[in-house]
């Protein structure tokens, strides 16, 4: 095995599950589920428990690696505001410049626009990456340098929004009646009633999309759902521009 | 809160290792690193810098590897050479010189250390003519007079002509390019070495641990007696509980059945009576070898080679407590390899401040070893929060 190694940071799980999907459906890659076919690099990424944490039940992150016969990705999930910190720990760890052959960022602007969030990853990432992009396009940013850098904001580049905003408009393409439902049922809790819940910015896509996956894969997860259920589709890529851009800018960093 | 003597060190050359820094170096500072990355090197290389011209220290240091094998050694000439950085491909020829190079940055007063060799060859007198005659000045009037008539009676020695050169701080203000002492050495094979002994200063207080030194009675006797060791005999007795509870004193006696006069150290054992250390386990005999050790050591630096040898992963935490804080107590900087990963973590838990604790992991690449520095936030968060294997 001597593939390029790419690392992509991700803010939770159901942007890792997303990834890894568009990885899968339309770039080729496959999931790597046995330890054989891990390449070196990724084995510092599997964690090694510590004994007396004293927090028995804490699982540790773990990144979805997924490779084609030239190239290996592994998508690190963060805790959200802790992907950075976490990502520089990792990277101060390995000689990443000389074994990573790209390095990108995908993000989502829930409380910021996606050119201020894109500043700010710039920003906490320039000491390791001094050539890291900031200006965005509506396929994000890519640069030519040794390792590729790339951001990308979800869900689209320009607009406010989180990745839930994209499989919605996912959902519309493959489950139009099942959003339908799921959009009324969800109407039927009044503003105040949410204010009382306490339902923050985009939560309303997040209730949205959970309510579908309880219907399509019933007591599971939403990542199991983005992995399994037709969220992710080529029919879903010709008719949602952002998804398109999403798979150029990864066929970008990618080089393929 | 000082973190030792050493602030800094960079082995240019030695053995294997090239341009190989240790940077912020800490008050406890762990190697780590794959099989033949550079980890004991870098011990051995800190001895000869804080002893650069004692000739003991130097053969010692070459010899310290084969301590536990009564065979087979190397002769001490060929253990010298092989401390020193030669070209690559290697090849007999390029075996004939070699260099060493280390400087360093902290209270010690030397700087950077070089040192060279050149193979050269003399001509001797064999023993056997030796015993012939008498007297230095008869055997040189002997050997001009019969050279030529009794050839087998002289034989041809291997020898090194050894020239250490040392930069410190205070001269090196005035002139940087010249050392501020020169020092030659020459040393042939089969003389009794540590006849050559050089000079014990500069220095600066090292004492090593080896894998299996805790096993060899040598010198135990020695530390255990020196007064210094008194005043924290109840906390040695304490770390060995780690290992035993039933343990209760540690005496010198001298056995009943002795016929030489010769002391040795016992431990009072609630069940066993008052037996030999060296019937005690391993883990026991490592520990006390351990504290001993840096009893002796106040001050300096402490190397210990696999810290963790010998001693069960359910002790370490206990025992690296009380190693952490006779470190501090005693003003000693603590440089240790490790393969274990549980070592790692039981001094991440015993350790609490940035400059407690520095892991430095050896890369070895294609033209030198690249370093990974840790300081103890970082190692805490890669170990505790994200579970990353750190030793290689």
Known sequence: ?256 | MSTGSLESITIHKFRGIRDLELKDLGHINLLVGINNSGKTSVLEALSIYCHPLDIRVWLSTARQREQEYRISRTPSLDALQWLFAHDFPLDREKLKAGSISISGSGSFAVKQMKATYEEIEGIFVSEKRRRLVPGDDQLAESEDEQIGESEDLLEFRKGLDLKVKLYTEQLSLFNSEEADIIEDYQLWEHEFLSRASGKREPSLLTSVVTPASHRSDIGQFRLLSEARFLNFKADVLDLLRQMDNNISDIEILLSSESISSRFNIYIQHERLGLAPVSTFGDGVRRLLHIALKLASVRGGIFLIDELESAIHTEALQNSFSWLVKWCKEMDVQLFATTHSLEAVDALLDVTEYESDLVLYRLEPKDIQTRVVRHDWDRLKRLREELGQEIRW
């Open chain 1, 1 to 256: 095995m001597n593939r390029k190694c790419i690392l992509i940071g991700v803010e939770g799980n159901h942007d890792q599950a997303f990834l890894s999907k568009v990885l899968r459906e339309f770039l080729g890659f496959s999931k790597c589920e046995d330890q054989k076919n891990l390449d070196a690099l990724w084995r510092k990424f599997i964690p090694v428990y510590p004994p007396k944490t004293g927090r028995l039940h804490l699982r540790l992150d773990m990144p979805s690696i997924l490779y084609t016969d030239a190239l290996s990705v592994a998508i690190y999930a963060g805790e959200g505001s802790r992907l950075v910190a976490n990502l520089k720990d990792k990277l101060a760890d390995i000689d990443y410049l000389s074994s990573l052959s790209a390095f990108a960022i995908v993000a989502d602007a829930d409380k910021q626009k996606p050119a201020e969030v894109a500043k700010k990853y710039y920003d906490e990432l320039r000491e390791y990456f001094p050539d890291f992009p900031y200006e965005i396009s509506e396929t994000g940013a890519v640069t030519e340098t040794t390792p590729k850098l790339g951001i990308y904001i979800l869900p689209n580049n320009s607009d406010q929004g989180v990745l839930n905003t994209l499989l919605c408009a996912c959902g519309e393409v493959a489950y139009p009646v099942y959003m339908e439902r799921a959009k009324s049922y969800i109407s039927q809790f009044s503003e105040e009633e949410v204010k009382q819940i306490g339902w923050k910015p985009f939560d309303k896509e997040k209730a949205t999309v959970a309510t579908i996956v309880s219907i399509l894969k019933p007591g599971k997860t939403n990542t199991a759902s983005i992995s399994d259920n037709a969220w992710v589709s080529t029919r879903a890529e010709q008719q949602i521009l952002s998804l398109k851009n999403l798979t150029i800018f990864l066929r970008k960093l990618l080089s393929i």
